[in-house]
């Protein structure tokens, strides 16, 4: 909401003509859905501050979210962002600064290289990831931080602090390149849906971190929250940054669970890869995946001969239709489409176009479901879909004490509603083949540690095969 | 023939006109029959080529022809084939689709002389076929007359010249044999009696049945249904046959054919027949009567129908079932299911064929009662029960009075016969579950996908929208309870039309108002709680909710959302809470006064912080700390511009404003909050009585709920607790201005506001339900609805805007659905009835609206 930058270079309303902003007057900047106003709190030849105070509409703030943006959640309607110095603050100083911004200066061009000591005050920036994340941004670029975090609510301490910080930064240097830091990193602490990102953030991004960004530690991490959730572009920006480096840019496909699960990428594939083996060995040719998802195990399984009849399943309408584009279903040839379909649908009540498999895969799904309602979805497998072969994995739970990362007692993934030792696995699933007449055995996947066993378990149902001749 | 004849066809049929090109035919049919009746070729043939008599489009012709004749048939549609149909070929599909819908394939033939064709055809420039066609298709008619009946034509009319079909006056369309629909009893169906005569005889006199004059005769006209399978392995089949032959002769009974008395029928003809499965009783039993007896039995069991449809179509009864695409249809499949049931063609352990119970897929409206089956109980099961209890096996002989859908059964005066599989299986430990309850386990995708239609008895027929049930689907699957304990989910509310005073967004006139419009003079005004909306259903213990609710393991009770998930992630609170609530129900003896052993209770339960924990932190605090932060800061600049600068005086005030705004805000929320350590720190506030055994409550007005429910919070005030209420009359100044008084006092100190509804629970008017409830909410509240800023006039201005019509007409819809979905519990209808309307409710609830309403 308010941004101060107090300087004590002698003289120090010589701000001012940087600024291109006249200490006598107030100034109000058009942005949209509100204004920027630009004054002079204190002005004299030792010390000078300027203000931006931002004045945003908050009615109309939601109204110009657009379609997208009116996806109606209440939290569009109360929110921060009114109060907080994030991407809008970014847009007021592009406005508000530009001349001093793009390092113009009519009256004394002669001001316009030389550094200065600056103190910053920012009321207040969310930040997400604390304390630590300020330090990793500003420090690296020479900074003092002196940061206060805020509580949530005084009156309730137990629900400990919140986001919002009052920064200080003291540091000497040019007007230009504080501007062009602070205009980046806000946002960046932020990290929340900006109302402006477009193709040209590109650009400005590369424009305005041109001198320094290259070579910022956080550079990986400062790029990717500030063109948050356009990942296409994303990846441009880092291959343009790294095109002299030949690295890798390519990301892991679901940025949620890399979160989670710190060293979960080869482990998925490897998942992926036992499931199709099991698949192979039994000499499976219709097999139906259970809770698909992205269509990940079905685009392993679609180079392999043997399978005849892939169906994928979900109960999330968006992850089909994610899935649909990542298979490229849209450009199949008619054999390919005989081969494949997608189907919504539900693990917890019984599907009749389930019936007639040989196998059935459940890659990490029943942890998605509240326990009391694996009933159902044994029932749905077991008692009436009736595939030949079962492969179901799921976290062991023991493992968890090898992520770093990982407090004790906290679940891999923020939709995990139960995560088993390899034991209370392994007595869910006998117990279902003794039910339901199938064959058990169990499997880790991953590297088994020796006390805590591999990081995923696999459990391998079989039906008897009726002998044909002994009826 | 006379001037006038007639012809008879069965009213659901299907007619296959045969006849050379230029007999008449179509002429024919559109004389008697309707245009929608017709399926012709050549109109098949225009539409799929643009040319009516383009034969290289037969192909594509016949096959849209053959598809439109199934949908009608399907929907139990008379249809009438117009095609030449001269080949056996040709007519191999009509019969083939006949057959497969159950329906009666009836050929007329127009034998026309081949030159009265050749006439017709030349007096249509449009038929150029070869001079051969005409005898061609003749001589080929001529072959297929000896075939048509072992085609399997059932009735095969001929009409040989001009004369006899300008004769013809009408064709008469006769009711099929097994249409009973005006018949509407009431009935008292009865099951296998196998020759059990004492039973019967008791059985009949219990059910208020007289005997004189040989016959037996209910003084108050109730008809008797005999499921069949009368005969066999039981003492007395003789008696039995000549009771029943009696009563239906004399129209107080009605009797359909099991496979007992299709196989001794067999026997009567003289075929050859294994005298197996107590057959050879029947054969002892019937050899010591006259021929003339035998004779008079052969013609009843020969002439008895496989089925009968009655009271509308709302009752079928068949001696072992029926599905519902064969009811009130013919075929030789509809009488072997009828007699026989499905089968597997599989044999049991014990020697029997293995039957498949069609009933677990049976989704039909009309109520099918059958026996067949021995049973040790007579149980409903989708609207289907199986009412032969096994008399002749030492159970008892049992009748179903309809439409009371009470049983009446008389038990067997001995074993006499042992049955091949035990009659009663092994007992199994606890409550056992109904057929009904084991059957609603799991329910089937197929009835909650698509575009649903749900018919309420609220008036309305409430349409889903299939983008809605898919989100539906993905919500209930994710995050729901299992859904055998969701019988209710609560509707939204509309808050009351924008006020027109300046200050405040929402204000109690305009909710009177609404309700004086829609003719109402008395309502009832409750304190609005700040809590979370929550259904609580609790039993006595845990072997209540299973008879009740057919679930076990799952505790004496939950407690869940509105959205169907559960209230507590702690299992132990949830069950603690529900134990107090339970004791509570017994000290208060609602027991004892509702006779139920259980109760689902509509509640708010707080603090809101309890559930709304996430939301409180990630919005209202974080807002409420970020605003207060920044603008003490942004306070103090402006403070020093303004003592600098006198154009910043006016910055100041504003932001001051806001300031004191900001910190209004969090004082708003802070009512809702205080924290949970143990079990008294919540606070359950019930306000309806929403169902108990055999009961749903929305039959009561509001006061009704809340006194019986204060009766119950009087028993445990610690954590139970009342809501405050008035009673308003419209029509008195001073009761509104009362109500309104009470409103504004309450919410200047911080309650949330107040829920205006009509006094009875259901009000109708002239369009449709009345809004069951309107809320009117505090201006401190909204606060944290519309942002802390709201309440500054240019915002004010710009939210009064606001559209009403979306949420008032999901309230009215969800609301019919939450009634129906009780209704239909507590008449113990299967699961997947009850499910469709909370499936529906939460549908809605994923329909776009605005959030703030």
Known sequence: MLLTITTTHMPADDLGFLLHKHPAKIQSVALTAGQVHIFYPEVSAERCTVALLLDMDPVA???????????????????????????????????????????????????????????????????????????????????????????????????????????????????????????????????????????????????????????????????????????????????????????????????????????????????????????????????????????????????????????????????????????????????????????????????????????????????????????????????????????????????NIRFENLPAGQLRHGDHRFEWTRKEFETWATAIAVRYGYHVSFKPVGDADPVVGAISQMAVFSQPVPQPGLE | MSTNSHIHIPAFCLVVLIGATGSGKSTFARKYFKTTEIVSSDTCRGLVSDDENNQTASADAFALARYLVGMRLKNGLLTVVDATNVQEEGRKDWIRLAREYHCLPIAIILNMPEKLCAQRNAARPDRNFGRHVIPQHISQLKRSFRKLKYEGFRQIIELWSLEEVEALSDIVRDPLYNDKKAVSGPFDIIGDVHGCYDELATLLTRLGYQYNDNLWNHPAGRKAVFVGDLVDRGPKTPAVLELVMNMTAAGSAYCVPGNHDAKLLKWLKGKDVQARHGLEESIDQLSLQTQEFRDRVKDFLDGLVSHYVFDQGKLVVAHAGLKENMHGRGSGAVREFCMYGETTGEIDEFGLPVRYNWAIEYKGKATVVYGHTPVPEAQWLNNTIDIDTGCVFGGQLTALRYPERELVSVAAAQVYCVPAKPLYPVKEVGVPLTMQQESDRVLDIADFTGRQIVETSLGRNITIREEHSMAALEVMSRFAINPQWLIYLPPTMSPAKTSTLKDYLEFPTEAFDYYKEAGISKVVCQEKHMGSRAVVIVGKDENAISRAFGITGEGIGTIYTRTGRAFFSDKAMEQALLQRVNTALHASSFYETFRSDWVCLDVELMPWSAKAQALLQSQYAAVGTAATNALKDVNVVLQQLADRDPNGQALLVEYQSREQEAEQFIAAYRQYCWPVNSIEDYKLAPFHILATEGKQWTSEHHEWHMENISKICLADPAIMQTTPYKVVSLNDEASIHEATEWWLSSTATGGEGMVVKPYNFIEKYAKGIVQPAIKIRGREYLRIIYGPEYTSPENLERLKVRGLHAKRGLAMREFALGVEGLQRFVDKEPLRRVHQCVFGVLAMECEPVDPRL
């Open chain 1, 61 to 399: 703030l939601v109204r110009n979210a657009g379609p997208q943006g009116s996806d109606f959640a209440l939290e569009q309607y109360v929110n921060d962002r009114p109060y907080v110095c994030s991407s809008l603050m970014s847009a007021g100083i592009a406005k508000g600064l530009s001349s001093a911004l793009n390092g113009r200066c009519k009256d004394k061009p002669e001001l316009i290289g030389v550094a200065m000591p600056f103190t910053v005050r920012v009321s207040v920036l969310p930040v997400r990831g604390g304390e630590a994340l300020l330090q990793s941004l500003f420090a690296p670029l020479g900074y003092t931080i002196n940061a206060v975090q805020h509580p949530l609510d005084p009156a309730f301490p137990e629900w400990g602090s919140s986001r919002y910080f009052t920064v200080e930064l003291t540091h000497t240097l040019t007007l230009q390149q504080l501007l062009s830091h602070l205009y980046v990193l806000i946002p960046v602490c932020d990290n929340s849906k900006h109302y402006w990102v477009a193709k040209d953030e590109v650009d400005k991004l590369l424009q305005k971190g041109k001198d320094w960004l290259e070579t910022h530690p956080a550079r990986e991490l400062i790029v990717r929250r500030y063109l948050k959730n356009q990942r296409v572009l994303a990846n441009q920006v880092l291959e343009v940054l790294f095109q002299h480096e030949g690295t890798n840019v390519q990301e892991p496909d679901n940025i949620a669970e890399e979160d989670q699960e710190p060293t979960s990428l080869p482990i998925h594939e490897r998942r992926l890869q036992a499931v199709r083996d099991e698949l192979l060995v039994a000499g499976a040719k219709r097999v139906v995946d259970l809770g698909c998802g992205e269509g990940k195990l079905l685009k392993l399984l679609m180079t392999e001969r043997q399978f005849g009849y892939l169906l994928g399943m979900d109960v999330s309408y968006r992850a089909l239709e994610i899935a649909k584009d990542k298979l490229k279903m849209d450009r199949m040839t008619d054999k390919q489409r005989e081969r494949i379909q997608l189907i919504h649908g539900s693990l917890t009540y019984r599907d009749q176009r389930l019936e007639g498999f040989d196998a059935a895969a459940l890659v990490e799904v029943i942890e998605h479901l509240d326990a009391p309602r694996l009933k159902a979805l044994e029932q749905t497998i077991f008692e009436f879909a009736k595939p030949q072969l079962v492969v179901i994995t799921s976290p062991n739970a023991e493992y």
